[in-house]
């Protein structure tokens, strides 16, 4: 089997408004969709990080990709993760995800691997899962996402969509979002989006959203790094009850060091909530200093900047052990990210907590893969049955997401810069602002 062609899809998708430390999201969200077609016809795809430097990132790799052999492309190309960044260097704390130079070569590895995944499990017709060492679970369950957000549904001029969620900037519209989201998809488990207002208030979101949940759905929060330690150690006794019973604290504060002394100040009052990051572990260099310092319990991966699904799956061994938990961390992505994320997940045994998404804040009208979006039905999303991924490219959506691609002047993410367009002009990214 041969790859005769890497096709390489820029396209945009509407992006509603919503907030982070980071600041807040563009009207538009990009991704970059790959083709690798065999010598037989079968197109094997992927979906990652968009706009113009990961596409050419992408590009430059096209003489070692064209005419090699998929099952052997992915040893050839092991350097890009192996020889690459890794300890603190690969921290994400000052960059949104998908912007941190440090990852750029692992996340392309992860793209072409994806690709080669499935297009070598629709040859033989195996699900990627399965490829990939058998699945151990049939369905893989995700969590809402609750954001504060502001009005308005993404898009912009006649392309403005429409605002299925409303605004949401106070507790009581936050815990309006979220039952509307666990009455749509099903949800068990609710990840909430912090570092945005007074710490407070966030406290009080959690202890609204508890009140109106019942004490068995799993709360979790995350204020990426927006807090001092003081903060965080504050928050997490403020929240000891709510976060309990599969409940976690993410990333309240920057950097391993930071993260080690909350646990410690925190396990000192006799509160035993355990640190998750997706931001001070990022690669395998940073796992040493990490159970050295015990700083953090639950490992976010991300097969996309990890260096693909395989890396994953050695990470969950690693985690497991160490004694670490294992979830997944999510972007702004369509369908296709969707599915491999569920397939490495399914396929990963060591899987401690529902897996992040943003796809409900996604529309229909952007989706790229044959019959339409991915459903999620009692927050689970069921594996396919047939080769691959399970999906097709939906080529008038992928002509339609790269016309809009070409039509709109954002070519990264930049989260600080759309709140100084809308919010606050002098808005900076400050860590830790509480």
């Known amino acids: 089997m041969r790859i ?84 603190m260097e690969r921290s994400q704390t000052h960059h949104v ?16 691997e994806t690709a080669c995944l499935d297009l070598i499990g629709k040859t033989l017709e195996v699900p990627v899962c399965d490829l990939i060492g058998g699945r151990v679970r049939d369905a893989v369950s995700f ?33 309006g979002q979220v039952k509307q989201m666990v009455d749509r998809y099903g949800f068990k488990d609710i990840k909430f989006k912090a570092g945005v207002v007074d710490p407070e208030i966030e406290i009080e979101t959690i202890k609204q959203l508890r009140l109106e949940l019942g004490p068995d759905v799993p709360l979790r929060i995350d204020p990426n790094c927006a807090w001092s330690i003081d903060t965080s150690v504050k928050v997490g006794l403020a929240l000891a009850d709510e976060l309990s019973n599969g409940g976690y604290l993410e990333d309240p504060t920057a950097g391993l060091d930071g993260m080690a002394e909350v646990r410690k100040r925190l396990l ?18 940073d796992l040493p200093e990490t159970v050295k310092q015990d700083a953090v319990q639950i490992i976010l991966c991300d097969h996309h900047y990890w260096g693909g699904m ?13 004694g670490i938990g294992l979830s997944m961390h999510s972007n702004s992505h369509l369908g296709i990210s969707l599915l491999a994320m569920s397939h490495v997940a399914a396929a990963t045994h060591h899987l401690s907590y529902a897996c992040d998404t943003h796809y409900p804040w996604q529309s229909e009208q952007d989706e790229i893969v044959e019959g339409g979006r991915i459903t ?59």
Not at 97 to 112: C, K, M, T, V
Not at 145 to 165: A, L, N, Q, S, V
Not at 268 to 285: H, K, Q, R
Not at 310 to 322: D, E, I
């Open 310 to 322: 395989r890396q994953v799956q050695h990470l969950a061994k690693t985690c497991q052990t160490f």
């Open 376 to 434: 999620i039905n009692n927050g689970e999303v069921l594996i396919p049955d047939s080769g691959g991924l399970g999906t097709k490219l939906d080529y008038d959506q992928i002509a339609r997401g790269k016309e809009l691609y070409r039509s709109i002047p954002y070519r990264k993410r930049d989260d600080e810069a759309e709140m100084q367009k809308h919010v606050d002009p002098d808005w900076k990214r400050i860590l830790p602002r509480w």
């Open 268 to 285: 000192y009052e006799g509160v035993d909530i355990p640190l998750a990051s997706n931001v001070s572990v990022t690669s395998f260099g």
């Open 4 to 87: 005769t062609d890497l096709r390489i899809h820029s396209i945009a998708m509407a992006d509603p408004p919503l907030r982070s430390s980071y600041g807040l999201h563009q009207p538009y969200a990009l991704r970059n969709v790959i083709e690798l077609e065999s010598e037989d016809g079968i197109i094997g795809i992927a979906e990652t990080y968009g706009g113009e430097e990961p596409a050419t990132a992408l590009e430059n790799l096209r003489d070692r990709v064209v005419q090699a052999n998929p099952w052997s492309l992915l040893g050839d190309l092991i350097p890009l993760i192996e020889g690459g960044a890794s300890g």
């Open 143 to 175: 969590s809402a996402y609750p954001f504060y957000k502001h009005g308005g549904g993404g898009g912009e001029g006649e392309d403005r969509r429409d605002d299925e969620y409303g605004e949401a900037l106070t507790p009581e519209q936050l815990v």
């Open 97 to 112: 995800p998908g912007e941190n130079p440090l990852d750029a070569d692992a996340r392309s590895y992860a793209a072409i």
